[in-house]
């Protein structure tokens, strides 16, 4: 059985930047795709960006393309989520899931693996 736990949440500024870790004990995470997606106030969860089972990261298209950028380590067993010029809206709780689809896919339906999200709030 996977399991995944989020950390690396807080409090910033608009502006500032922060990295979030989706730790995996049970399976190695390289054997899954695994994305990020998050969950605003009042809001569905929304697809963010992934990596699939091969190493390619994708993004979601205007909102954070060109700040957010995934990463996975294998050897940590860890995928990250490198947030950069953060913005209000950004704010929520961030999830990560894993899928046996192999090229991280958009929607929450195709994950059989989450953890319990990490919260981000950006705010000054």
């Known amino acids: 059985q996977l399991q995944l736990v989020e950390s690396g949440g807080g409090l910033v500024q608009p502006g500032d930047s922060l990295r979030l870790s989706c730790a995996a004990s049970g399976r190695p995470l390289r054997t899954y795709s695994t994305s990020w997606f998050r969950q605003g106030p009042g809001s569905e969860r929304e697809f963010v960006a992934g990596i699939t089972y091969g190493g390619v990261s994708t993004s979601d298209g205007d909102s954070v393309k060109g700040r957010f950028t995934v990463s996975r380590d294998n050897a940590k067993n860890t995928v990250f989520l490198q947030m950069n010029s953060l913005k209000p809206e950004d704010t929520a709780v961030y999830y990560c899931?894993?899928?046996?689809?192999?090229?991280?896919?958009?929607?929450?339906?195709?994950?059989?693996?989450w953890g319990q999200g990490t919260q981000v709030t950006v705010s000054s």
């Open positions: 899931a894993a899928s046996g689809n192999p090229n991280a896919p958009r929607y929450s339906y195709e994950y059989d693996y």
